[in-house]
């Protein structure tokens, strides 16, 4: 399921003799976007001073995701828009000394920019704050809004699905009725091509036997197209839908499965179709389950 979600924390950077004294407050920002997958596929885009929290990120998200495409993106901001860091002097003797021996062998090489210089400070200034207390906590808490806005789109999926199995059981109740008409439809159709043919046959064949034979044929008709079967199932397919979306958890693979097996019962609906009515029946069926499918696979 989609989501999004972000934290932040800030602590300013405490004075020493070898730091600035305006140094500029650092801070901490984690985001978490989860979009949709059947599968859980985490991607983490952390700077390089973060890089070692990784693996626990990684653990606190599986051990709470199961399913979606899950990007995880922490990162260091040293300073506000307009803030400058200031170089400190150890900085700017290291830097003195290191351009001194550069251009020892390399004389035609450019000297630093005060650009260049404020960007190592701001760099210098962010590597000094440790954040390994507070990264966990604060994927933690982004992870919890995460969640809850996952559930509130969770929902709105269980409220749309609600919606199309009503909709699919109004869809079975018309079926229903229809294989009797046809049936009966069918009876008398072959009772007339009968009395045509005995017509022809100038009483060679007796009317009884005539009469048996095209009940006979309208029975072996009648269980050829009996869908009632399939129409029972699918109820009971429909009712154990609706009975785990209201029950929640942990319950994408086993709507899946229910809803594969919808699919092969419209389907079978479909192949015995032996009326305009019911295969149109069967293609709205078809396109409800279709609909159902595609945000089932995302709900865990």
Do not use: C
């Amino acid at each position: 399921m989609t989501g999004y979600a972000s934290a932040q924390h800030g602590a300013a950077n405490t004075p020493t003799e070898t730091e600035p004294r305006n140094a500029a407050s650092s801070q901490l920002g984690l985001e978490i976007r989860s979009v949709n997958s059947r599968f859980l596929d985490l991607t983490f885009r952390l700077s390089e001073e973060l890089r070692p929290f990784e693996p626990a990120l990684r653990e606190l998200l599986t051990a709470k995701l199961k399913r979606g495409k899950v990007e995880v993106r922490a990162f260091i901001e040293s300073g506000s828009a307009t803030a400058v860091s200031e170089p400190s002097p150890r900085l700017m003797q290291r830097l003195n000394t290191v351009q001194d021996s550069i251009k020892a062998w390399l004389p035609q090489a450019q000297a630093l920019s005060v650009a260049d210089i404020l960007r190592l400070a701001a760099s210098e200034q962010s590597g000094t704050r440790d954040w390994s207390q507070d990264v966990m906590p604060l994927a933690e808490k982004a992870l919890k809004a995460l969640l809850a806005a996952r559930q509130r789109e969770g929902e709105r999926l269980a409220t749309m699905l609600l919606e199309r199995i009503g909709q699919l059981r109004a869809l079975a109740e018309q079926a229903g009725p229809l294989v009797p008409q046809l049936v009966e439809q069918q009876r008398q159709r072959f009772l007339e091509r009968w009395k045509e043919a005995m017509a022809l046959t100038d009483g060679a064949v007796l009317p009884e036997a005539a009469q048996d034979r095209a009940l006979t044929e309208a029975t072996a008709f009648a269980i050829r197209i009996d869908v009632a079967e399939e129409i029972t199932r699918l109820s009971s397919h429909l009712d154990e839908l609706e009975r785990l979306i209201k029950k929640g958890g942990e319950i994408g693979k086993r709507l899946d499965f229910l809803i594969q097996e919808l699919h092969r019962e419209a389907n079978t609906l479909g192949s015995k179709s032996a009326a305009l009515e019911l295969t149109h029946i069967s293609v709205d069926m078809k396109v409800l389950i279709e609909q159902m499918r595609e945000q089932v696979q995302n709900i865990e």
